[in-house]
Every structure is written in C-alpha cells, then in structure tokens.
C-alpha cells in the first residue's frame, strides 16, 4: 500500500539539467523525511540529499552541493530533487525513500523504511 514512484530520469547532456519527482501515497507524506539516494554502476549506493517533513535544512552530499536542490510540496504528496550542471559522474539510478518521523541530518540508507523503484539518470560528456 505505501509507495513511492520516481519519475523524470532520462538521458541529458553534460552542463544539462534534470528534475526528478517522487510521489508517495500511502502514508502520511508530511510525517515522513524524504531521502534521495543514486547507485552508479559497479558502486555501493549513496546518500545524496535528504528533506525534513517541514522542508527546513536539506541536506546534500558534498559532491552535489551547489548543483542539485531537494523540495518538496506537502499538498502533492511530491519530492523533487532539481539537478543542475550535471556531471558524466551523475549518472546512477536514483531512488526516493521514506523515513517515518526522520529527525537524521544525514541520508542514511539504514534510516529509511519504503523505497522507490528507481529512475536511470545518464549524462553524456
């Protein structure tokens, strides 16, 4: 019954721009910290930025910071994560998870209790 349904992932450019949404249901969206988290190939996966149910102090992996932004509309039931100045090493799956009543400054793959099924993010130099 709880999912979550990332969508926006596509092939871009290097330099391009990509906007990934998360849309839940199934539990009570604002009580939840939303996570982003990608694997490339071959690597472990890895926590890129989380969002408190208030949306206050995101937080973003140093080799994201500047470049992406996480939001997210509460009366949507959405999270987005805008990703700017993307990079070839960008290029991962990206997952959305949920963290029930999340108070972690940090996304830890530990943490959260529902996961997306993943959208492929490729950026091409």
């Known amino acids: 019954e709880v999912q979550l349904q990332a969508s926006g992932g596509g092939l871009v450019q290097a330099g391009g721009s990509l906007r990934l949404s998360c849309a839940a249901s199934?539990?009570?969206?604002?009580?939840?910290?939303i996570g982003w988290f990608r694997q490339a190939p071959g690597k472990e996966r890895e926590g890129v930025a989380c969002i408190t149910s208030s949306g206050g102090s995101p937080y973003y992996a140093g080799s994201v910071k500047g470049r992406f932004t996480i939001s997210r509309d509460n009366a949507k039931n959405t999270v987005y994560l805008q990703m700017n100045s993307l990079k070839p090493e960008d290029t991962a799956v990206y997952y959305c998870?949920?963290?029930?009543?999340?108070?972690?400054?940090?996304?830890?793959?530990?943490?959260?209790?529902?996961w997306g099924q993943g959208t492929e993010v490729t950026v091409s130099s």
């Open positions: 998870a949920a963290d029930v009543y999340g108070v972690a400054p940090t996304p830890l793959i530990s943490e959260y209790d529902y």
């Open positions: 199934g539990f009570t969206f604002d009580d939840y910290t």
